[in-house]
C-alpha cells in the first residue's frame, strides 16, 4: 500500500512538471510581452499568474507527520520497529522478546513525556528516566542507534509527530481527546484520513488528489467552522461546497466519497471526534 507521503510527493511530482512547463513557456512569453505593452501582453502575464497560482493551489499538501514518516525510512527505523513502525523484530536476549513497535500500548510503556521520545532518538535511551533504566536491564542484542548527530532539529520535529500519529500517544491528554481518537479509529477514519488523522490517501478524481489530513491547511478549506464539520460527519458531505460549481465538479468526480455517519454514532461520539479534532488543530 502506498504511504500518504508517497502519494503526496507523486502528485506533487506531476504538479511541478506541470510548473516547469509553465514556467519555461512562461520566461518565454514574459520576453515577448516586453514588447507588447498593449491588452494583448497584459493579458498573456495575466493568463500565466494564473496559471501558476493555480498549480500552487491545486499541489496537495504535506505535513509534518507525512514527513516525518519520510525521516523514520530514511534513518532505517522501519528495519527494526517494523512496517509502519507498528510491528518490531524479535529480539533476542530482550525482557520483552521483541524490539517494541510504536502502538499506544507498547510506547507508553517507555515514555512518560515527550522530551523522553526524543532523547530515545537523539541518544538511543532517555537519560533521565527511572522507567528508561528499568526496561533496559536486559536490552537485548538489538540496540536503539543514537541519531544526535545525523538528524537535524526539522527532522527530529517531524519525526516525533509522526510517532504520535502512529501511536496515538500525547502527554497530559484529556480524556475526552483520547476517546475521540479512539472512536474514530474503530469507525476507519484512520483509514483514509492517515495515522490519527495526519496524512490523507490517495483519492483520484479530488481537488489535490489526496484525502485532506485533519492537521494540515487543506482541512480549513473544507471546514470552516463546527459545524460543518459535524456535517461532514453526519451527512458526508456539506451544503456549502456543493453549491459552488468548481467545489460540486470535484465533489463528483472524485472516486472515494465521504461516507455518513449518522446512523452509526451519537451524539456523544459526534461530540467527542470534534473534541479530538480540535485537540489534533490546537484549536
Known sequence: MSSPLRVARAVGKKTRSSLEVLNLRGSRLIHWSKGHSGPLGVAVLVAIAGAIAYGHYFRPEIGPAMRGEEVANKLGCFS?????????IRNPGSAARDVPGWEHRKISMYIRKEEDLREWILYGRPRNSLMAADRMETPGLVRMP???KIISTGELDDLVQYLRA???WAADIPDIVYEG????????????????GMGGMSNPGSLKGTIPAWDGGDFKQ????????KEWILEGEIKRLWK????????KRQIIKMPPYREHISDLELQKIVAYIGWLRKE
Request: proline letters at 4%.
Open 80 to 88: 527494526c520497529h517494523g512496517p509502519e513502525g507498528v510491528s518490531g
Open 146 to 148: 543514537a541519531y544526535e
Open 166 to 168: 502512529v501511536s496515538g
Open 181 to 196: 481518537r479512539k472512536i474514530a479509529a474503530d469507525l476507519g477514519c484512520f483509514g483514509c484520513h492517515g495515522q490519527s
Open 222 to 229: 473544507v471546514v470552516r467552522d463546527e459545524a460543518e464539520l
Open 244 to 251: 459552488n460549481p468548481l467545489a460540486w465538479y470535484f465533489l
